[in-house]
């Protein structure tokens, strides 16, 4: 068995507990990192699997959600749609009517249930039958009123007597979408997504000894490690995946071990050997590219992280300098935007100005795509602030930016405080 099949099974025991525990919910919640939500995902799709054993009845459904009084009835049309193309290949099959008390209701979430609950009376073999109706709507237009349309549709499910009809959600822990749903249970799902990457690569390491899949190999583990604080074990596995780059004359991949080397260092309070392995990075990345650049990025968000404010400009000028010599624009831009932001107070506000208005002369040089991925907008709006009463720098500095993004150019930024 695979890993992930094994977290499959794993999160099926999970689910069965969390089901026996809760029958009379109307709403059952997983939770989690986006790893962990996306195999909860995954767990969902493969209960509509021939193989599946059970009598409950999963519904998949990710349209968008484009308000309370519609989402309901996006539902019931699908549904509809399917079972009017089994009536015309089966045969005998019991009419299938939207029958709705006489009630009132805030959203359409009435047209998601009763439905559901009319197919279980039309059906003798699924009335003992378990519905899991599961959301994911690729598009919101609006999370409160998703939060209303689903609090409703627990409630119709409350007043049920039929508590075997349940919606079912999945969100990051962190950043949730719904609002409080009181009625709902939620449970947490975990998964090491650092063991399972490294057992993954383990499984699928067919090729034995190639320096390629033993390079990755390394990486992963030394990235299982440095997620559970063993910084030592790390930068062996490192060191290996440094000498086996190089015999594979992969730079980039050399390179990258090195960074993930002064990430362990750092982590295990180690900056003077942080420090020199940046001084290795230097002397071994290539001259002129974009990976020489991300690393001047890096090293300089280093030193900021240790309050080495003037030798962290200086790398992210090394970075901006190079990166606008080799015409990657939109690295430029965001190094120039970095530095600006380090003078922005009210004590430094013209040398702020000075780097975000490089920014702009940067930008002409840019494709439309490419200015648009940048960081141009923010910096722009910055300007906005900064530029304070003098009314025709706003005016043409807001001309530039309508004629790249349109008249709703601005992002919102902070205001600087005095310093």
């Not at 063993?230 to 062996?236: I, N, S, V, W």
């Not at 990430?263 to 001084?279: F, G, H, L, M």
């Amino acid at each position: 068995m695979n890993p992930v099949d094994l977290e499959l099974v794993k999160l099926k025991r999970q689910w069965q507990k969390v089901v026996s525990k809760n029958e009379e919910k109307p709403m059952l919640i997983c939770i989690g990192e986006k790893h962990e939500t996306d195999l909860f995902d995954g767990f969902m799709k493969s209960k509509l699997s021939e193989d599946e054993d059970g009598d409950d009845i999963f519904l998949l459904h990710y349209q968008e959600f484009n308000g309370m009084n519609s989402f309901g009835q996006s539902l019931w049309d699908e549904w509809k749609e399917y079972y009017e193309m089994l009536e015309k290949s089966e045969g005998n099959i019991p009419e299938w009517e939207l029958d709705i008390p006489d009630q009132s209701y805030k959203t359409d979430a009435y047209k998601a249930f009763y439905p559901l609950l009319e197919l279980k009376k039309k059906f003798p073999n699924i009335r003992e039958s378990k519905i899991y109706l599961y959301i994911a709507p690729l598009r919101i237009s609006d999370r409160e009123e998703l939060s209303l349309w689903v609090k409703e549709w627990c409630r119709i499910c409350e007043s049920s007597e039929n508590k075997e009809i349940k919606l079912v959600w999945a969100e990051h822990h962190s950043y949730r979408t719904l609002s409080d749903i009181s009625s709902a249970h939620s449970f947490r799902v975990n998964v090491d997504i650092h063991q399972l990457m490294q057992n993954t690569a383990a499984h699928t390491n067919r090729k034995k000894n190639s320096v390629d899949t033993d390079f990755q190999q390394q990486i992963l583990t030394a990235s299982n490690h440095l997620s559970k604080g063993r910084y030592r074990e790390a930068e062996h596995a490192l060191k290996t995946a440094v000498k086996l780059a190089k015999e594979q004359k992969n730079k980039q991949g050399e390179i990258s071990a090195y960074f993930m080397l002064t990430q362990a260092y750092v982590a295990d309070r180690k900056k003077d050997k942080a420090e020199d392995t940046y001084r290795t990075i230097f002397t071994e990345v290539d001259p002129n590219s974009p990976l020489e650049v991300q690393m001047y990025m890096n090293y300089g968000s280093y030193l900021l992280g240790n309050s080495k404010k003037s030798k962290a400009e200086k790398a992210f000028e090394k970075a901006a300098e190079v990166a606008e010599t080799i015409g990657e624009y939109a690295m430029a831009i965001e190094c120039n935007r970095i530095i600006g932001t380090l003078y922005d107070s009210v004590l430094t506000k013209e040398k702020a100005i000075r780097y975000f208005e490089k920014c702009l002369d940067i930008a002409k040089l840019m494709d439309p795509r490419a200015r648009e991925q940048s960081s141009l907008r923010f910096v722009a709006s910055m300007l906005i602030i900064k530029y304070e009463g003098n009314r025709d720098k706003k005016n043409i500095l807001d001309g530039e930016m309508k004629s790249y993004f349109g008249d709703d150019w601005k992002v919102s930024v902070e205001r600087p405080k005095a310093g």
